[in-house]
């Protein structure tokens, strides 16, 4: 039986989001394999198995065969904890450090999927150093209000706001700005939002999009916010009431997507559709893995089951 490191927490804000996800996978692959948790403290200090003993990252990986990722955010989700990874020389899940950071810099990969031909929103950039400057050139865009704001390179939501008025947009672009030294300011496009699961080399295709999952979130919202991801208010179908064409046009976005990016075993595309125009927000490299997260219900509703899910992308993962 393989020994599998189960990689979780992290100094990042998802910290607790992370916990939740590599919980569920421990429990979801024990039997199948010898599940060591790996903890990361909000510190970055490492620790080793359910006594959380303290170690250090290569003392941590040395006697594994694969190192399950399920960190997701800053350090774990974006380049950081892949490169020490790499320098143990241990098979890991998840993207390399070179893709990981340009998945998770939303401004990088929107140019990237724009550049593959994808439809993404129109965006502008602010900075801590130019906010004001940011402010005024924003308010005089060709596209108008309403906007999401978000950090940079953030996941889950943390710190994305809806702005629909002039005023509203100083104190998001401050609170966006707390998580990153960029923010991005989206065009916000209103209509049916949906996500789409891919992985790797599964039912005989190099990219197998699962079924989309759409999302809809609760009316005072109007988005997809961090609270409504976990706490059950926002409305998931899974599948999607999609068919035919257009149903093979969101796979085939997803896939490319996915693609462009050069995700390796598996990632989340999130997308909206607005009357026929499909836009491609980002894909998510290390999607979440929790009871409630979205790429386990549609692997379900795919008849692909999570422990099934799990061992197809280590088994990957020890390939490659």
Known sequence: MKTVGVLMGGPSSEHDISLMSGTNVMRALEGTFNVVPIFVSLTGEWFLGKNRVHTTPHQAVAQLDAVFNAMHGEYGEDGQVQTVLSHSRVPYTGPSAITAALAMDKVRSAELLRKAGLTVPNFFVATVASLEENIKEITRLKFAPPWMVKPARRGSSVGTHLVHTGPELKPALADALQFDEEAII??????????????????GEEAFALPPVEIIPPKEQGYFA????????????????????????IRETAVAAHNAIGAPQYSRVDMILKGTKLSVLEVNTLPGLTKVSLLPKAAAAAGVAFPELLQHIIGKTIQS
């Open 186 to 203: 989206q065009e916000w496009i209103q209509g049916r939002e949906l996500t789409v699961g891919v992985v790797s080399d599964m039912r």
């Open 226 to 249: 961090y609270s409504t991801k976990y706490d059950g208010s926002s409305t998931q179908i899974c599948p999607a009431d999609f068919h035919d064409a257009m149903l093979a046009r």
